[in-house]
């Protein structure tokens, strides 16, 4: 479970079980020139992911992300649950355009 979901103790904290199936999850690496991994880490965690690792892993609800760097910018991983990674790559990459304009 993310570190920035709260546990309650009780049966509420197996609500968001299927989200943590692993056969249900995608990954896809994006490269992003220009990209540093403390300026990815800031834009992963606006997409609500807690740090679990600074300026390697994130996690939220139903995903993660390891952000690698490159040499020329950050390499980030999205291991996501299926019906979220496409939405979660397309939210980041705009982020990503809007943040190097």
Same mark, same amino acid.
């Given at each position: #479970?993310?570190?920035s979901t709260s546990s309650f103790g /009780? =049966?509420?904290? =197996?609500?968001?079980s299927e989200y943590e199936r692993a056969d249900?999850? /995608?990954?896809? @690496? #994006? /490269?992003f020139p220009g990209l540093t991994?403390?300026?990815?880490?800031?834009l992963l965690?606006?997409? !609500? !992911?807690g740090v679990v690792e600074k300026h390697r892993l994130l996690e939220?609800? !139903?995903w993660k992300a390891t952000i690698a760097p490159i040499p020329a910018g950050a390499s980030v991983t999205f291991d996501a649950h299926d019906e979220l990674l496409e939405d979660l790559l397309r939210?980041?990459?705009? #982020?990503? @355009?809007?943040?190097?304009s």
């Open positions: #479970m993310p570190i /009780d =049966s509420r904290d =197996s609500k968001y249900l999850y /995608d990954q896809e @690496t #994006m /490269d991994p403390e300026a990815a880490e800031a965690k606006k997409l !609500g !992911g939220g609800l !139903g939210r980041f990459e705009e #982020m990503v @355009t809007r943040a190097q």
